[in-house]
């Protein structure tokens, strides 16, 4: 039965495509070939060896094998131009709307941030050339691929927006002691608390729990024991 309904629908599609005109012919088939399972797998593979290519140069030393740059900047401008080609297709045969506000639109919009950012890396030249590396971004899409890594993605996704909304709380609660952090102990230590944006930082410091205790309030408190500074930094930490 499904042999006989695969058959079908076969034929139905010849003679829809047979009554097209010429131009949405071609791109109707150029889709079908481009959103074919085997397609997908290829571009797959191509994204993992990309991958897989990059953190291998990484790790050797380019100095002792001179090789390794040369095949590496190969390596970059092939897969590079393969994965500009299959965005151009995507989009062409998606007729922009579709590719840009359809379901798949933020992996999409994804695909297109990072092929663009990694060819403005490549005319660039060596001024940019690390933007080029971005390309292996593109392993993330990868997830896609497999289910119970696309349900954790969906979560977090799902869960931004009320991240979000703490992180806004605690940015807010770190530049209102930021800002007397900065009127209190500027004299104490330029570097610590010389402007907002050292005082941000040390708060930030003081947050992660990297040696808060030993290496800054103590420091602040020099000399002696001052219970304003424990209090003000105790307090930020609760």
């Known amino acids: 039965i499904r042999e006989v309904s695969k058959h079908q629908q076969e034929i139905q599609y010849k003679e829809m495509l047979s009554v097209m005109p010429m131009y949405p012919r ?74 840009f506000l359809g379901p798949n639109k933020f992996w999409n919009w994804f695909d297109v941030a990072v092929i663009l950012t990694a060819v403005i890396g490549q005319l660039a030249g060596s001024r940019l050339s690390f933007l080029r590396m971005i390309r292996v971004a593109k392993v993330v899409n990868l997830i896609r691929k497999f289910r119970n890594l696309s349900v954790i993605l969906s979560a977090i996704m799902g869960s931004i927006t009320r991240v979000g909304s703490t992180f806004f709380l605690l940015l807010l609660v770190s530049s209102i002691y930021s800002i007397g952090a900065t009127d209190l102990y500027a004299g104490v230590s330029d570097d610590l608390y010389g402007s907002f944006g050292r005082s941000m930082f040390t708060m930030y410091q003081v947050f992660t729990g990297d040696a808060w205790a030993d290496d800054i309030t103590r420091n602040t408190m020099e000399p002696g024991f001052k219970l304003s500074v424990a209090l003000f930094f105790s307090s930020f930490m609760v």
């Open 26 to 99: 071609i791109v109707e088939r150029v889709g079908r070939i481009h959103g074919h399972p085997w397609t997908s797998k290829a571009m797959a593979l191509l994204v993992a060896a990309d991958f897989l290519i990059e953190c291998t140069g990484k790790q050797t030393n380019s100095e002792q094998n001179p090789g390794v740059d040369k095949f590496l900047d190969a390596c970059n401008t092939f897969f590079l131009v393969i994965f500009s080609v299959d965005l151009a297709i995507a989009i062409w045969v998606g007729w922009f709307r579709k590719f």
